[in-house]
Nanobody, 128 residues
Framework: QVQLVESGGGLVQAGGSLRLSCAASGRTFNWYVMGWFRQAPGKEREFVAVIRWNEGNTYYADSVKGRFTISRDNAMNMVYLQMNSLKPEDTAVYYC?????????????????????WGQGTQVTISS
């Protein structure tokens, strides 16, 4: 059973930075993609970023492109989300997600329903 545990959330001022971590366990993740999503109060969960475990290909939501960076450490089974130039509208619970994509080339899923496994979330609050 895949387990995902997020950490690194907190309260920072606008313009600041945070790095979220996701510890993944329970499987060999060679054919997985790992995603970050977020959900603000009263809003639907939305895609933030995704990375293919093997190749490291990434894709970002337009709202975070140029400010956020997703990365992974294959040896440690960790996924990270470096968040810079944070804005109050980045305030949300951030979730790590994973799903097995087999050998489908270049596939970087971005829908909530594309992902089979989810972490419990970590709160990120940006003050203005």
């Amino acid at each position: 059973q895949v387990q995902l545990v997020e950490s690194g959330g907190g309260l920072v001022q606008a313009g600041g930075s945070l790095r979220l971590s996701c510890a993944a366990s329970g499987r060999t993740f060679n054919w997985y993609v790992m995603g970050w999503f977020r959900q603000a109060p009263g809003k639907e969960r939305e895609f933030v970023a995704v990375i293919r475990w093997n190749e490291g290909n990434t894709y970002y939501a337009d709202s975070v492109k140029g400010r956020f960076t997703i990365s992974r450490d294959n040896a440690m089974n960790m996924v990270y989300l470096q968040m810079n130039s944070l804005k109050p509208e980045d305030t949300a619970v951030y979730y790590c997600a994973a799903t097995d994509i087999g050998t489908t080339p270049l596939y970087t899923p971005r829908r909530v329903t594309d992902y089979a496994y989810w972490g419990q979330g970590t709160q990120v609050t940006i003050s203005s």
